[in-house]
């Protein structure tokens, strides 16, 4: 078990910096995930904290003891790849002892761990194929196994699931989370998946350029997005965001968008905000419901509806600002109809213009 | 988040054995570099001696007296059996020999592969199967019949000859190449023009030899240095009117009587390297294409 | 049945037309004269042709020919080091040049350029450095190593290794390419895995990449068994069999043995012999890599 502390972490890659002063702590039995878009250096952090990537400045620590440059095999760390790594020429039993041979670890011990590991991964009756013999989903779990059999404190994942087809990561992802359950041990893994993140993480760490936009847990980077980048990066269908500015409406606070606005006074700033600031609104589509008689509806029409099995995404125009909005099958909500919703203020995220950082 | 740039980067420090494990690479590198080298130096220093320089045996050192007339006279009056006419009628036959066997092998090649590729001919992949293994059968065995069949019809030792000889011994090779890269082409290409109404000699001029060149440059580099390298093959089939420069070296070299000229057997060598060690340093990257392509055979 | 036939062909006529080339090839040039090769080889052929049949008499007589049994025997010494010397070598100079060594570039045309040049060449130029009385012997003894003894063109015991020499230095750079290109081919993402389990770089070559170039070895080791048979050029450049027969070579017994001693019978016997040889070797080989998978599909 082991608690992981990066302090004022730069990474380069060559002449380029990827990632630029981080400090980021994680606890002991976290599973915490690094979320970003290609580039933004989650997996050449990873690469960082298990040894394959030479730091340029900072620091890592284990468990308070200073690791930065510390050889992989001596880290403590099992890692998962996104390509599997299997060694293809070795049967699978081979893939999982062979690291525990070349250490010399008692015969007796290799295969108590290699039968533990490949039982807990269901893999029992695989241990004498190839890996080109083995499917997707199984490889990967040999993977796993690998990482598993070396008594491992912290495991990382690179995208592991990257590379299957969308039932199977399904599925693996869930396994992933037994085993989370039932090791209790610390996890780091990087995607790009949002939905992989929100499933798996204890927290989330959004990346972009090498700095984390957002550490925080999976709800709260969900509905309370740090800044526009955030918001956008995660939720399925997209944060709708309009440009506007707060104005004052009478005795309340308003969001002004040309005819567009919205009652802005139960929304809980966080620094004093006042009048004439420009602001970027965010609101997701499934915080925008049909207004069904509801006084505080907002009137508008419905260009087009995307229906998506149990919901319905559609885009309205309101007072001339188009949004997207979920309603259900029987909402009667049609193309070219007038439509009424209310939208939930709190539920909402204004950002600055300039900054994108949330108010 | 303004940033300072941070200073040079902090790198690990090499541990000892990473060190002398660096300085083990480049020294035994280095020292194998110099044993693959030392020919080409000992055949250039050599070739820029004089005989009395050579006689003291002193191979491996520069010369003192810097002379050409090694080059000369191996270029212009050596003796080549018969004649002393130098080098330069063996360069000039190597030159007639490569170039109609290189440019009638590759397009022999190209069509094979074009055919082989795209159409379905009953009983090409067995001959073609045939082919592959014919060409790791020894020439000693295809020789004499081969002479035979030349004598009988007049074309023993004349250019023709040696020309159709060294396109029969090359198919294999070209085959495979043009081959396996038309394979490894987009079959709708092909698919596509057949629906327009295209047929087997225009889609190959159109289509199919434009996107060519890749290949068409290994194929070239490997019949070149094939072909100019040739000893055997020329040997038997040429004749002595177009004997090429490899055979003629050999003969400058190894039959001459009296006292060997080291030197001009030496600027002889040189001179029959040149064309292919120029096509290998002009190549590059094409050049282990070449040899990459041609062995997918096994 | 029939008809069907008729109208493939018909469609496809112009592609089989095409091919002719390359079916008259296959079919006289190497299957009709590898028949006609052997069927001499039980005829007493001695300047020309004979039709007679004298059964197995020439191949008794060719194992009785003791030139014969040591060509066959020099051959297997040859063999024996130059396959482990030359994949050896090259497999260490892939090794090596792919741990990230500065002047990558360099070392590989130094390691190749030998392959770019002819087998007559490379007998000649070592031919020269090996001379006893001018070339490293007498340079040697000329830095006061009196006793110094590098003689091994003229000395019957070590000739073979002179011509290994040779040969090594040829065509090593062809291992070195190709293992380095199946290098390359190795995922990154496996070394990162060996990182992380512990397993040391040696080991990581031993038991993991080497094993999975297994197709590109047996490639290169096929590659270069097909030249040693071949073996001609550099023999008879080089020491032209001797001294004596001590490096004799079989197709250089076969080529002897069909013009200078016009002994035809005997030539064809040898040349069935090594052709049987090739072709146990080979045409399983052959068999399983294109006939199974047909056309396009390989």
């Known amino acids: 078990m082991s608690s992981v502390s990066l302090e004022s972490l730069d990474v380069s890659y060559g002449n380029v910096q990827i990632v630029r002063n981080l400090d980021l702590t994680i606890r002991d039995g976290e599973f915490l995930v690094l979320l970003g878009p290609s580039g933004c250096g989650k997996s050449t952090l990873l690469s960082a904290i298990g040894g394959l990537a030479d730091v340029s400045g900072g620091r890592i620590l284990f468990n308070d003891k200073d690791v930065t440059w510390t050889d992989p095999k001596d880290r403590g760390i099992g890692m998962v790849f996104q390509s599997y790594a299997l060694y293809p020429t070795m049967s699978v ?9 070349i250490a ?42 690998r990482a598993l059999v070396r008594d491992a404190d912290i495991f990382l994942f690179d995208e592991p699931l990257s590379n299957l087809d969308a039932k199977l990561r399904a599925e693996l992802r869930l396994e992933i989370k037994k085993l989370h359950k039932t090791l209790k041990s610390t996890m780091i893994y990087v995607t790009h998946d949002q939905i992989e993140a929100l499933t798996l993480a204890d927290r989330i760490a959004v990346m972009k350029d090498g700095i984390i936009q957002q550490l925080d847990t999976p709800l709260n980077v969900y509905n309370k997005p740090a800044n526009e980048f955030v918001g956008s990066f995660l939720g399925s269908p997209a944060m709708n965001k309009v440009e506007g500015a707060l104005v004052v409406d009478g005795d309340r606070l308003s969001f002004a968008a040309g005819d567009f606005r919205l009652d802005v006074s139960r929304y809980p700033f966080a620094e004093t905000v006042e009048s004439g600031r420009k602001v970027v609104l965010g609101l997701r589509p499934e915080h925008i419901l049909p207004a069904g008689g509801s006084a505080a509806a907002v009137e508008g029409k419905v260009s ?38 209310t939208i939930d203020v709190q539920k909402a995220s204004f950002f600055d213009v300039e900054t994108g950082w949330r108010l | 988040m303004m940033r300072q740039a941070k200073p040079a980067v902090a790198r690990r420090p090499l541990t000892y054995q990473e060190v002398w494990g660096r300085v083990g690479i480049y020294a035994f590198l280095g020292v194998v570099a110099l044993f693959f080298l030392l020919p080409l130096y000992v055949m250039l220093v050599t070739s820029f001696k004089s005989m009395d320089e050579i006689r003291l045996g002193l191979i491996f050192s520069l010369p003192q007296q810097f002379t050409i007339d090694a080059w000369v006279k191996a270029w212009t009056s050596a003796c080549t059996g018969l004649e002393c006419t130098g080098l330069r009628v063996g360069f000039g036959n190597s030159v007639k020999i490569l170039v109609p066997s290189v440019v009638v092998s590759i397009l022999l090649g190209a069509v094979n592969g074009y055919a082989l590729s795209f159409w379905k001919v009953k009983g090409a992949n067995v001959l073609f199967a045939c082919l592959l293994l014919g060409s790791f059968i020894p020439y000693q065995v295809f020789i004499y019949p081969l002479v035979r069949v030349y004598a009988q019809t007049g074309i023993y030792g004349s250019l023709p000859g040696i020309v159709l000889t060294h396109v029969i011994f090359g198919m294999p090779v070209m085959t495979l190449l043009f081959r396996n890269y038309y394979s490894g082409l987009p079959v709708e290409l092909f698919k596509a023009a057949r629906i327009d109404g295209a047929g087997f000699w225009k889609i190959f001029i159109s289509i199919i030899l434009p996107m060519s060149a890749p290949i068409a440059i290994v194929a070239v580099i490997m019949q070149v240095t094939a072909i100019w390298n040739d000893f055997l093959l020329g040997l038997v089939f040429a004749g002595r009117e177009n004997l090429p420069m490899t055979v003629q070296l050999n003969n400058i070299v190894n039959t001459t009587t009296g006292e060997r000229a080291y030197n001009v057997n030496m600027a002889a060598t040189v001179l029959t390297s040149l064309v292919p060690l120029a096509v290998y340093l002009l190549s590059g990257r094409w050049f282990v294409r070449g040899i990459a392509s041609g062995a997918v055979k096994g | 049945m029939g008809a069907e036939f008729i109208r493939h062909v018909k469609r496809n006529f112009v592609a089989y037309i095409a091919l002719l ?51 066959l025997g020099n051959l297997a010494v040859i063999a024996f080091f130059f396959l482990l010397i030359c994949f050896v070598l090259g497999c260490l100079l892939a090794i090596f040049i792919d741990q990230n060594v500065r002047g990558e570039s360099l070392f590989r045309t130094v390691f190749l350029y030998p392959y770019a040049m002819s087998f007559v060449v490379a007998g ?31 000395n019957p015991r070590m000739v073979l290794y002179a011509v290994i020499l040779a040969t090594v230095w040829h065509g090593s750079g062809l291992v070195m390419a190709l293992i380095l290109a199946g290098l390359r081919g190795i995922d990154g993402e496996i070394w990162r895995a060996t990182r992380i389990d512990g397993i040391p770089a040696w080991r990581v070559y031993v038991s993991i990449v080497l094993p999975m170039l297994r197709p590109m ?27 004596g027969t001590a490096s004799e070579v079989p197709a250089k017994f076969i080529m002897d043995n069909l013009f200078e001693r016009a002994n035809i019978g005997l030539a064809t016997a040898a040349s069935t012999v090594m052709l049987i040889t090739v072709l146990m070797v080979m045409a399983p080989v052959i068999y399983s890599q294109y006939f199974r998978k047909g056309g396009r599909a390989a």
């Open chain 1, 93 to 101: 039993e081979r893939n999982l002892s062979f690291g525990l041979r």
């Open chain 1, 104 to 145: 010399g670890i008692d015969r007796a011990i290799i295969e108590k761990k290699v039968k533990w590991a490949a039982e807990l991964l269901q893999i029992a009756h695989l241990l004498d194929r190839k890996p080109s013999a083995l499917s997707g989903g199984q490889r990967q779990r040999v993977a796993i196994g």
């Open chain 1, 304 to 341: 087009l509806v995307e229906p998506m099995g149990s919901s319905i995404l559609a885009w309205s125009v309101f007072d001339g600002v188009s949004l997207s909005h979920l309603v259900g099958q029987d909402d009667g909500c049609e193309a070219d109809q007038a439509f009424a919703v």
């Open chain 3, 21 to 71: 080339p390359m079916a008259a090839v296959v079919i006289f040039a190497y299957l009709g004269t590898m028949a006609w090769s052997v069927r001499l080889s039980f005829s007493s052929s001695k300047l020309l042709p004979r039709n007679d049949f004298v059964g197995l008499n020439q191949y008794v007589t060719l194992f009785d020919t003791s030139r014969w049994l040591t060509s």
């Open chain 3, 124 to 154: 000649l130029i070592w031919q020269w450095i090996l001379n006893p009385d001018l070339g490293i012997q007498a340079t040697m003894r000329g830095f006061g190593f009196s006793g110094f003894v590098l003689d091994w063109v003229v």
């Open chain 3, 217 to 243: 070895i047996i490639t290169s080791l096929v590659l270069l068994s097909i030249s040693i048979v071949k073996m001609y050029d550099v023999v008879v450049a080089m020491t032209n069999g001797g001294p």
